[in-house]
């Protein structure tokens, strides 16, 4: 199935609430170059492990076995043993994978070619990316294992840029950001990849993006129909605000009132809607 509602960043942590150890030495790793960097694994590998087991300690059981094979193969690297990079990652496979909160066996992500970042900078929106030029697709890895297949849900015509997922509730459908040729939209489809739409309204010159379910079923999103520009710019950099519609893009409200911008609106567990909130920096008096 597909999780209801779960983001997930497979990787490694670099911090964890779980108490710091002695910190290991690997002298070995100083004396051979094909380990760099080799001791911030081990030990980011035994926060994860040790967070993890302090976090779910009914569904995690298997910590205490894990860090054993963590200091065993983190002694065999301090003595030179071959090999060790590729048998971390398997077992940081192995531990991460292990998470409780990965149960699920379909995970939907965004493909993009290495080099199209499609992010706009702090002070800008969707507004100021290209529209046309990308490889990209939203994608299904099953089994969510390293090698897991990779399948195309969507693939968007003409290179169109496609971005900025979020998944129902149900897990059916999914919302998701991609430009008409003139102005940027909100589209959804289902998680089969059929009953493609678009949501938001058609507005001429209005951009349309970033938008995430709520719990009664209507959509907030970041529109740039209150037609300002950020201040410190001039104007020349197009502001956006946060809006609320219908599933059918009717009775859109807008929410915010800001002269800047706000953006990536998200749920969180109470019910109320987390955003970001771009605000230029204070010149000093004089």
Known sequence: MVSHRQVVWLGVLSAALAPLGAQPSLS????????????????????????????????????????????????????????????????????????PLLDFDRLILLKRKRGQLGLPTNHQCNSCLKQTGYDNEIAVLSPVR??????????????????????????????????DGRTWQIHEIGVDGRGLRRVSPHEPDVDSFDACYLPDGRICFASTASVTGVPCWHG???????????????????????????????????????YSRWTPKARPSS
């Open 146 to 179: 390293r090698g897991g297949r990779l399948e195309t849900l969507f693939r968007p015509p003409q290179g169109l840029y496609v971005g900025e997922i979020d998944l129902d509730y149900d897990a059916g459908q999914l919302l998701f950001t991609m430009p």
């Open 236 to 274: 020349k950099e197009r502001a956006c605000s946060l809006y609320l519609m219908n599933r059918d893009g009717s009775g859109v409200r807008q929410l915010c009132f800001d002269q800047d911008l706000d953006l990536h609106p998200a749920v969180l567990p109470t019910g109320q809607i987390i």
């Open 28 to 99: 070995a790793e100083a004396a051979q170059p094909n380990f760099p960097g080799l001791a911030r694994q081990f030990e980011s590998l035994r926060l994860a492990i040790g967070d993890l087991s302090t976090t779910f300690p009914d569904k995690y059981r298997r910590g205490p076995e894990l860090l054993r094979r963590l200091e065993a193969l983190r002694e065999r690297a301090d003595q030179g043993a071959a090999n060790v990079r590729q048998e971390l990652a398997r077992l940081r496979d192995e531990a991460l994978l292990a998470n």
